[in-house]
């Protein structure tokens, strides 16, 4: 969202200004800590869910700055979420190599598989902090 104002006189009141254009407690920041919360939560509900700990991860941060006041809606923790950008965007098919043993273990059908290498099909991403952001509209 952005917005002009404009005045006339010598003595402009900067800190009014301020207070409704480039603050979060002023009527704008108001109105865009709102419409963060609805993407927010709607972000939370579309996320795919395993552990847990990407949805908890989803929060918002605002501030203000010379350009005016804004709320950014973040998803993920460095080093704790590192595969938020294959859960939102997807990935191509590709292989996967064991790194520091000679073999990958998984379980197939409750048994226990060795293999030296997967052929992984990719999968589509969810692109929820996308349709969060459309459906909050």
Same mark, same amino acid.
């Given at each position: 969202?952005?917005?002009?104002?404009?005045? %006339?006189?010598?003595?402009?009141?900067? *800190?009014?200004?301020?207070?409704?254009?480039?603050?979060?407690?002023?009527?704008? #920041?108001?109105?865009?800590?709102?419409?963060?919360?609805?993407?927010?939560?709607?972000?939370?509900?579309?996320?795919?869910?395993?552990?847990?700990?990407? %949805?908890?991860? =989803?929060?918002?941060?605002? !501030?203000?700055?010379?350009?005016?006041?804004?709320?950014?809606?973040?998803?993920?923790?460095? #080093?704790?979420? &590192?595969?938020?950008?294959?859960?939102?965007?997807?990935?191509?098919?590709?292989? =996967?190599?064991?790194?520091? /043993?000679? /073999?990958?273990?998984?379980?197939?059908?409750? %048994?226990?598989?060795? *293999? $030296?290498?997967? &052929?992984?099909? !990719?999968? @589509? !991403?969810?692109?929820?902090? $996308? @349709?969060?952001? &459309? /459906? /909050?509209?």
């Amino acid at each position: 969202m952005r917005g002009e104002f404009r005045y %006339r006189g010598h003595n402009p009141d900067e *800190a009014a200004i301020r207070a409704v254009y480039q603050s979060l407690n002023g009527p704008i #920041g108001r109105d865009l800590d709102r419409r963060a919360r609805r993407v927010e939560a709607a972000a939370k509900q579309l996320v795919g869910v395993k552990s847990g700990r990407l %949805r908890g991860s =989803i929060r918002r941060q605002g !501030g203000g700055n010379q350009y005016g006041a804004y709320v950014h809606v973040i998803a993920g923790i460095p #080093g704790v979420t &590192n595969y938020l950008q294959w859960h939102h965007f997807g990935s191509a098919p590709h292989i =996967i190599r064991p790194r520091r /043993a000679r /073999a990958l273990r998984f379980e197939v059908g409750g %048994r226990v598989v060795f *293999a $030296t290498k997967v &052929n992984h099909p !990719g999968n @589509r !991403g969810t692109y929820f902090l $996308t @349709r969060a952001l &459309n /459906a /909050a509209g």
